[in-house]
């Protein structure tokens, strides 16, 4: 049968799979359940790392239903607690002494205003530095597998920021969020700061294949902040996007693209349409900052960043 991994591992499911390791960050649904759905039915051992534990488990009796794959986990993390992080890795660590590959997933969008526990901006910590943090911890247990593949799931909405607007946010205040447009700007420098993070993974882990990839315009639950309201409007609003935006099954190729292509080109951001886009260096200096910058922030020591060199 199918496992939760909640206060120990399955021996049995370990030894029937024989597969990869995996862990899908916001596996629950959209996006990142179709994406441990195909790994799942690759005979991959799933980790299902999510904040909902009903939910999570739900998703394992579901994604076995699925895939008959008896190798399937939840474990507990919650990306706006840094202390969950730490958590979850130890938890997982009991399970597996490595990984091979860690599909970041896991976003929200249109969050309402707030400062996470931690006391960071919580659409910046959920979206960038948990995810730096998770990253960070399971550097580690990523090395010591085979074919070892890193993937964040990252949006267009990078573009619509610029490296200016990076360096000048900060993460610990509370950013003042009335417009459409603050939301979609908040939103743009997380997934900016993950590419900037990306290629100093690169950059530090020459035997580890990062990927980014874009969705495309994707119908999934990050927009529950979004249209709350039962006015007209709102309701058109969701009517349209649920009949023009792509489903989630659609908005998982590209991920799905990264994680079998062979000999894939490490760093590259392939897009909605699957074509890897070459993109111009970030200023190594701006990319340092924000790595050190992270290090402190989620309390990590000064020689923990990935890699020989900070």
Known sequence: MF????????????IVSGGKVVVVTGASSGIGFAIAQDLASKGARVYLAGRNIKTGQDTVLKLYKKTGNPAIHFLHVDLQDFSSIHSFVKSFLKCENQLNILVNNAAVFHHPAGLTTDQIEITYQTNYLGVFLLTSLLQSAIQQSSNPRIVFVSSEAHKLVTLQDLVAFKPRQLSPLTTFSDYVKIYGISKLALHLYSQHLVESLPGVYIGLTNPGNVWTPIYRHSWRSWSLKHVLIRLWCYIFMRDAQEGAQSTIHALNAQNPHSGQYINSFMVGE?????????????????????????????????
């Open 278 to 310: 070459e993109k111009q260096p970030y200023d190594s200096s701006l990319v340092q900052r924000l790595v050190a910058d992270s290090v402190f922030l989620t309390g990590l020591p000064a020689t923990s960043c990935c890699g020989d060199r900070c």
């Open 3 to 14: 496992h939760d991994c909640i206060g120990q591992c399955s021996a049995a499911a370990r």
